[in-house]
């Protein structure tokens, strides 16, 4: 199974378009060679380098999407309508949607992971991602996984290295920076 973007290759920086700097839009993706007995696909997006990629704490993950269906072999920019029986889980900021990439420190490795699944996923609400991974535990046929790189360019560090408060830069709708779970969020 493959994953693949016409906005950026594999291990080339993500346009500042699906970044959360700029319009902040899903990336278009596509898919091929999904083994026949998939039955659904799930799709994550993570910052595997969260907060400082130079001494990562946490893995922060910005979109989840499950029950797509196996016959779906794409997702264009912007999407925003989800394909017949998919559904969003939270991603890290506990809401659903795309959210993208975000580095207040340095260059950051995101990672856009489909998950080819022997079943269908049910939750009685939008799951969080721990439910996500302990729901498809055993169901996992085959994983493709495609990574951008970005970096803001507007990451301001002060003397001592810590990138300034967010507020010192600009205002947006949503934190910052990631930060490790506390010890009542799950992970």
Excluded: C
Aim: aromatic share 8%; charged share 20%.
């Amino acid at each position: 199974m493959k994953i693949v973007s016409s906005a950026f290759s594999e291990g080339e920086r993500i346009p500042a378009r699906h970044t959360f700097e700029a319009e902040d839009v899903s990336p278009p993706l596509s898919w091929s060679d999904i083994p026949p007995e998939t039955v659904s696909l799930a799709l994550i997006v993570e910052d595997s380098d969260a907060p400082n990629p130079t001494a990562p704490q946490t893995v922060w993950l910005h979109w989840l999407l499950y029950n797509i269906p196996p016959t779906v072999r794409e997702l264009p920019e912007n999407a925003k309508t989800l394909p017949q029986s998919a559904h969003e889980g939270l991603n890290d900021w506990k809401r659903t949607g795309y959210f993208g990439p975000n580095s207040v420190i340095g260059t950051h490795r995101y990672v856009f992971r489909l998950y080819a699944l022997d079943t269908t996923l049910e939750f009685a609400s939008p799951p969080r991602r721990a439910a996500f991974e302990a729901a498809i535990a055993g169901h996992l046929l085959v994983e493709a996984a495609l990574m951008g790189l970005y970096g803001s360019e507007h990451a301001l560090t002060s003397a001592s290295g810590h990138a300034q408060p967010y507020g010192a830069r600009r205002q947006n709708r949503r934190p910052v920076a990631p930060h490790a779970p506390t010890s009542d969020e799950p992970s």
